[in-house]
């Protein structure tokens, strides 16, 4: 699937660098975490921010997000640092990370890759030229490759249930191990909403993605 090359309508995209900062959140293992994700509370963009589309809701360990009709089921165990993702400035109208966790603690330090899911989405207007999924990788992989990643798939159709998305494959050696990412994007209501996966293997970053799923939507003013 080709890419079209399109620039930023401005020059930073404070999400796609928040997302592709998880890679240096740690890559170590440490001891396993309280259950922090079963807690009842809000994920990203509280109280005293704008939120035109649906932020989003944490509760019994799932993340659901009406507006953009899908769910996704946090790993037993796993921490969430959605709102330290956030990168300022960030006007929450035009992007936000909904959703951002770790397998541990981001600051602790251990013997394996630190597993992590980030969900963001970025306002279509941040963007020129922009006319397709496919497209929105062109400053995904650009940052990636600038962090170090290894381009292992180029953008290809991916399903999700009967949910079509676009989805391409990273890698990136740490020391004896190995890194991969996969980021799955759809285009959605004005918005680019990306899925990004990091996982110590390939199968690990599979498992992470069934966790994803579609259901109703609910219609938001945009």
């Known amino acids: 699937m080709g890419r079209m090359r399109f620039r930023l309508a401005h020059p930073f995209s404070s999400v796609l660098s928040a997302v592709l900062l998880v890679s240096f959140l740690g890559a170590q293992q440490t001891p396993k975490p309280s259950a922090q994700s079963s807690s009842s509370r809000p ?11 649906d932020a989003g809701f944490l509760r019994d360990g799932i993340y659901r997000n009406q507006s953009f009709g899908f769910s996704y089921k946090i790993p037993f165990g796993w921490v969430e640092r959605s709102k330290e993702m956030q990168q300022d400035p960030v006007d929450p109208s035009k992007s936000s990370v909904l959703l951002a966790v770790f397998e541990r603690p981001p600051e602790a330090t251990g013997n394996t890759i630190n597993s992590a899911v980030v969900i963001a989405i970025e306002k279509l207007s941040s963007f020129s030229g922009l006319k397709t999924a496919a497209d929105y990788f062109g400053p995904v992989t650009e940052l990636a490759t600038a962090r170090g990643f290894k381009v292992v798939n180029e953008p290809y159709e991916f399903s999700v249930g009967a949910k079509p998305l676009v989805r391409g494959d990273f890698s990136k050696e740490r020391g004896s191990l190995t890194m991969y990412q996969s980021s799955l994007v759809m285009l959605e209501k004005g918005y680019a909403v990306s899925f990004t996966f990091i996982g110590g293997s390939e199968h690990e970053v599979e498992e992470l993605i069934e966790k994803l799923s579609f259901g109703a939507k609910k219609s938001i003013g945009m």
């Not at 994920?43 to 589309?53: E, F, V, W």
């Open 43 to 53: 994920a990203a963009r509280s109280q005293g921010q704008p939120s035109t589309p």
